[in-house]
């Protein structure tokens, strides 16, 4: 799964859970759901989106803690 696969995958995921607990426990947690639209709309201006920053340094982590990494693959 590529990058923006995941992008969509969390915000579609934050937007429906933020629904649900709005309608079911607290209508302040709709909020949660407008802060997440506006980040897929700035995010659409600027080309730039703070969770893709995020998710690139964990892949970059797994990368240099895998036992099994590229290097072991050459051999």
Known sequence: MNIEHKIRLIAGSFILLSLALGVWVNRNFLWFTAFVGA???QSALT???LMEDILRKF???ERESCC???ESRKS
Do not use: S
């Open 68 to 70: 099994c990494g590229e």
């Open 59 to 61: 892949e970059k982590k």
């Open 39 to 41: 980040n897929l709309f």
């Open 47 to 49: 080309k730039w989106c």
